[in-house]
Each structure stands twice: as structure tokens, then as C-alpha cells.
């Protein structure tokens, strides 16, 4: 919970202003009933008007106070309760941009949309009923009992075994409850991930004609919602009704009780109406106590849940950067590195790699599917750490570059390509934002993705659903390297971002990209031996470890992989 401080400390005032007149409010309802008994039981009664017409201002004024007061704390509790969950939300958004791969991989993606967004709104709504009701509620109720026994103490009788009834009642509720919401919780986790994995697969699906499978599947997860939450509500609901029971009975003994008392001139009617009413105030403060404890229970859970994203630590070390400032430009070496998924003690996915990739030189990476290709590349811009080995850009260790100054160096597309809702023009400018619609031009030049943006009615303009579901595989993937290139980065990584496009326009792109800038240094892994083949110098890589390494030539000649890949793709007679 620690997280919370920090918005305690920057509240805590305002907070304060608003319980203040929270008390100030109920201070006033209490004082009410009281003043109406004086006015019945003395005004009415002997018929002094003056008494009333005096009891009567005063009640108005404490009235208008009670109004002022309520106003205030209404504003106070907005505005803070506003404040505070639009600052936690971001604050959760910037810390979870701060995970490395492997933090984001102990989450599944729906429970972090959740806490972001459910989780938030129960801590918002808690703090907010906080400053509106449920200070209120243990005053209302302490002070109905005070003014009640200063009333008519021979009544208190009656208080004195209803209310720890009631109070019993609460703290079954409480105990009853916890559990409950927090698998309520929980349930609500797994429906929100069952309906985000259909909705990010709902092609797959369809086109498999599993959705009698998924629906079973969703269908479970909402029933087992439904039930526990039908639970939760059954047991909560059995607790007002029984606190209302005893509180009416007791106010049926006041009324029986008083009634008597009233012909042995022990109590008067004014005090019998003054004592019911404390006793409905007491009634109401103790119903909104147990459903401030359902709110608690809650917004307890999405504390936790929240606390928990804070509390992860960055996998990643940091060393303190002095000056990772380099003369060269776009160099990258590997020098024994070697990495696993899983830390240290994981199965290796690169073993003991070693190359050097000299400034403005293409270099391909070829090998079969799971091969590594793609863990390799993401260890240069540092989307995961090496186990062991050392990994350095423009002749510095990663480790000692600032995350910022090495990925801005760096322009990964990645095989599997990612666009945002937006116009296209939008999505190639989010690789520099400040770019010129010439820029854009530009790049979306060299990677051929212009001459098939131009034949859209909008052009540039043209607006792209979430992930670019309006446009073709090969589309998509040359306005994913457009938005690379408008980078102007030193190092350029292609995972495999061909593969959706035809060879003619492949080998244009290839062509563009070598006129383009011979200082940029590509990293080029391919599928197909034409993509690589061209390369200043190949890897070929196998379960992780370098099976060859040289040009094309010299691969032809040594690598018995390299080899097979060829003639599989090109047959015996070559190109
Ligand atoms: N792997 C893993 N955890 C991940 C990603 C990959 O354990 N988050 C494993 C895979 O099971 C695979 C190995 O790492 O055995 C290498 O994966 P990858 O580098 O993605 O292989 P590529 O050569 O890129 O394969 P492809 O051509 O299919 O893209
Ligand atoms: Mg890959």
C-alpha cells in the first residue's frame, strides 16, 4: 500500500476540508431532531409562538448551514477523488511502460487493463464515498446515540440492545464478505481475459468455426461470475434487512415503551418523535456502515491488485550512464552471448553467439522457424538482457547506454507488425513525430509502400483500424518499415518484414534501402535465401548457435545448411 502515500501526502489537506464539513453537515442533522422535540414538546404544547417562531429560525439556519456544508464537501470530493484517480492511472500507465519484456510477460495483458481501469475507479469511488458519506455515517450514528440517552436516558435501554445486535451483524458482514469480493475479483479477471483473447483472435476463430468452443469458454468464465457474484450479493443482502429488523423493533419499543411513559409524565410526545428519529438516523448510519465495508472489501482487493503492479521491480539493471557518447556510428558486436527466457537456469535459445556487424554493412540472418533469429535481434535494443556475453553498440556495452540514447539509435520493425488507430500518414510519423509530410513522403518511398497508399481515395489520409485491419499483410508491412525508416536511426533491424510482400517488391525495397544511406547498418532476417542473399554478410543460424558466417559465396562453398536452404528454395540449376 505504500504506493498510496504519495497521494495522501499531496491530498491529505483538501481531504480534511472536505471531512470538516462532512462533520459540520452531520453535526447539523443531529441537532434536528432535538430542537423539533423542544418546539412540540415546549412551543406546541404551552403554545408559546414565540418559542416556535425562535426554534423555527434557528432550525433554518442550521439547515442552510447543513446545505452550505454539503455543497462544499460534494465539490471537495469530486474534485480530489477525480484528481486522484487520474494521477494513479497514470502513474500506473508510466510504470508499466517502464517493464521490460519479461515484467510484462508476468502479467497476463488483461489483468493490467484491468487494474488500470476497474481497479482504479473502486480505489476512486472509495475515496470519493470516503469525503461524502462514510466519515458521516459513524458520527451520524455515535452522535444519534449520544443526543438519544441525553434526551431521555431511561429510553437508552433500549439502544443498549439493538445497536451491539446491529454492530454484530457488521463485523459477520465484514468477516462473511472479504473473501467473496475478492474471488468476485478474480472471476471478473478471467471473463475480461476470455473476452480480450477472442477478440484479439476473433479471425483465427472464425475461420476455425470454434465459436461454439469460445463461447463455451466465455460462457464458463461469466457463469462462474455470475455465481460468485450472486453469492457475494445473497450473503450481503441478508445483512441490511437484518439490521433494518432490529433497528424497527427497537423503535416499535421506544414507541410502545414511550407511550406509556407519556401518560406517567415520564417522557413527552415531542421526545418520543426526537428519540424514533435518532433512532432511523442510527438506523441509516449503520446500513450505510456495512455498505461502506462492501465498498472497502472492494477497493482493499483493487489496492492490493494495484500495489502489486507498483511493487514489481524492473528486471532490468541499469548502471549509472556517465558518457555514452561514441565516435562510431552504427557498429554492433557480439562477443559470447549467449540467453534464455527464463534467467539463468533457463534452456539456452542463443548459445555463446559471436559477430561483428561493421557501420553502413547489410547483414542477413537466415535459419529455420525457432532457429532464434528473432531473441537474437531483440537483445541489441535491449527488449530482453543476455544471460552471459556482451552485447555492444557503436563499440559501448548496452548496459552502459541510456535506454532512450540506444533504442533511439536503433529502428526495430518486428515480424509481427503492429499499427495504431490513425490515419497512415499518423502511423509512419509516430517513428519521429516532428516529421514533415516530405519525410513521410520519403520513406514511405523507399519502402514501396507510396506507389499503393496514392491509389487510396485519401491517401496519406486514409484512416487504419485498430492494428491496420484494413490493409493487406504486405501493406501493412511496408508502412510498418516506413515508420522505421522515417527514424533516420543508425541501425536498421527487418525481422523477417518481407515475407508478406512479393520478390519484385522486395527486391526493391532491398534496393531503395542500399541507395537510401550507406551509413545505415541493416539487419536482415529472412525466410527466404533471396532476402539474405545480397548481404555484405550472412548468419546462419541453428538451435541458437552460428552455423556459418561469411557472404554468400564463401556460405555456398563451407555451410552444409546453408547449402540445403538454397537448393530447397532455388533448386540444383540456381536462379
Ligand atoms: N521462445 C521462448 N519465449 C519467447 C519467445 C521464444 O521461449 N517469448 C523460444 C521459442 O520456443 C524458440 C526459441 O525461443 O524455441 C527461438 O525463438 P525465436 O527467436 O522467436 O525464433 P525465430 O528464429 O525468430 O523463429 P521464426 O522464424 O519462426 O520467427
Ligand atoms: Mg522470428
Redesign the pocket.
Known amino acids: 500500500m505504500n504506493f498510496l502515500k504519495k497521494y495522501i501526502n499531496k491530498y491529505w489537506k483538501l481531504f480534511c476540508a472536505g471531512v470538516s464539513c462532512l462533520t459540520i453537515e452531520a453535526l447539523c442533522d443531529l441537532m434536528q431532531p432535538t430542537i423539533m422535540s423542544k418546539i412540540i414538546d415546549i412551543g406546541v404544547k404551552k403554545r408559546a409562538i414565540i418559542y416556535v417562531e425562535r426554534f423555527g429560525i434557528l432550525m433554518l439556519l442550521i439547515t442552510a448551514v447543513g446545505a452550505i456544508a454539503a455543497v462544499s464537501r460534494n465539490i471537495i470530493a469530486s474534485t480530489v477523488s477525480q484528481k486522484f484517480g487520474a494521477e494513479l492511472r497514470e502513474d500506473l500507465f508510466v510504470k508499466i511502460q517502464s517493464f521490460s519484456?519479461d515484467n510484462i510477460?508476468n502479467f497476463e495483458g488483461a489483468t493490467l487493463v484491468t487494474r488500470l481501469t476497474n481497479d482504479v475507479t473502486q480505489v476512486q469511488n472509495f475515496a470519493n464515498g470516503l469525503m461524502r458519506i462514510f466519515v458521516k455515517a459513524p458520527i451520524v450514528c455515535i452522535g444519534s446515540i449520544i443526543m438519544a440517552v441525553h434526551l431521555n436516558y431511561h429510553m437508552a435501554g433500549v439502544l443498549g440492545i439493538t445497536i451491539p445486535m446491529a454492530g454484530i451483524l457488521i463485523v459477520l458482514n465484514m468477516k462473511i464478505g472479504f473473501p467473496l469480493f475478492m474471488k468476485v475479483q478474480r472471476s471478473l479477471d478471467k471473463v475480461n481475459s476470455v473476452m480480450r483473447e477472442y477478440l484479439t483472435g476473433v479471425r483465427v476463430v472464425k475461420a476455425f468455426n470454434r465459436f461454439n468452443y469460445e463461447s463455451e469458454r466465455f460462457e464458463k468464465a461469466n457463469n462462474e461470475l455470475v455465481s460468485v457474484s450472486t453469492t457475494a450479493m445473497k450473503v450481503m443482502s441478508v445483512f441490511s434487512p437484518g439490521i433494518s429488523l432490529f433497528v424497527n423493533l427497537g423503535i416499535t419499543a421506544v414507541l410502545w415503551i414511550g407511550g406509556n411513559w407519556v401518560s406517567h409524565g415520564k417522557m413527552q410526545v415531542g421526545q418520543i418523535i426526537a428519540f424514533t428519529n435518532y433512532m432511523t438516523q442510527i438506523l441509516f448510519s449503520l446500513m450505510m456502515i456495512s455498505n461502506v465495508f462492501t465498498m472497502f472489501v472492494r477497493a482493499k482487493a483493487s489496492t492490493e491488485r494495484i500495489g502489486e503492479v507498483f511493487a514489481l521491480e524492473n528486471t532490468m539493471k541499469f548502471n549509472e550512464v556517465s558518457n555514452d557518447t561514441s565516435e562510431v556510428f552504427g557498429r554492433v558486436d557480439f562477443e559470447n552471448v549467449s540467453f534464455?527466457?527464463?534467467g539463468k537456469n533457463?534452456?539456452a535459445?542463443?548459445k555463446n553467439v559471436s559477430f561483428t556487424c561493421l557501420p553502413g554493412e547489410t547483414i542477413g540472418i537466415i535459419?529455420?522457424?525457432?532457429?532464434?533469429?528473432?531473441?537474437?535481434v531483440?537483445l541489441i535494443p535491449r527488449f530482453y538482457d543476455g544471460t552471459s556475453g556482451t552485447i555492444k553498440v557503436d563499440g559501448i556495452d548496452v548496459k552502459d547506454i541510456s535506454l532512450k540514447n540506444l533504442r533511439e539509435k536503433i529502428a526495430v520493425v518486428p515480424?509481427k507488425n503492429v499499427l495504431f488507430t490513425g490515419t497512415i500518414a499518423e502511423n509512419i510519423k509516430w517513428g519521429k513525430e516532428n516529421a514533415s509530410f516530405e519525410e513521410v513522403i520519403q520513406a514511405a518511398k523507399i519502402s514501396e509502400a507510396h506507389d499503393f497508399i496514392s491509389t487510396f481515395p485519401e491517401k496519406y489520409d486514409t484512416m487504419l483500424g485498430q492494428g491496420g485491419v484494413n490493409l493487406s499483410g504486405g501493406q501493412k508491412q511496408r508502412v510498418s518499415i516506413a515508420r522505421a525508416l522515417i527514424k533516420n536511426p543508425e541501425i536498421l533491424i527487418l525481422?523477417?518484414c518481407t515475407s508478406a510482400v512479393d520478390m519484385v517488391t522486395e527486391a526493391k525495397i532491398r534496393k531503395s534501402l542500399k541507395d537510401y544511406s550507406k551509413r545505415l547498418t541493416s539487419i536482415i532476417?529472412g525466410?527466404r535465401i533471396t532476402s539474405v542473399m545480397t548481404a555484405d554478410k550472412i548468419i546462419v543460424?541453428d538451435n541458437?548457435e552460428i552455423a556459418g558466417l561469411g557472404k554468400h559465396d564463401e556460405l555456398m562453398k563451407e555451410c552444409s545448411i546453408y547449402q540445403d536452404i538454397f537448393y530447397s528454395q532455388i533448386g540444383k540449376e540456381g536462379i
Open positions: 519484456f510477460n534464455s527466457y527464463e533457463g534452456q535459445v542463443i535459419g529455420s522457424t525457432g532457429s532464434g533469429k528473432t531473441s537474437l531483440s515480424q525481422d523477417d532476417i525466410q543460424l541458437g
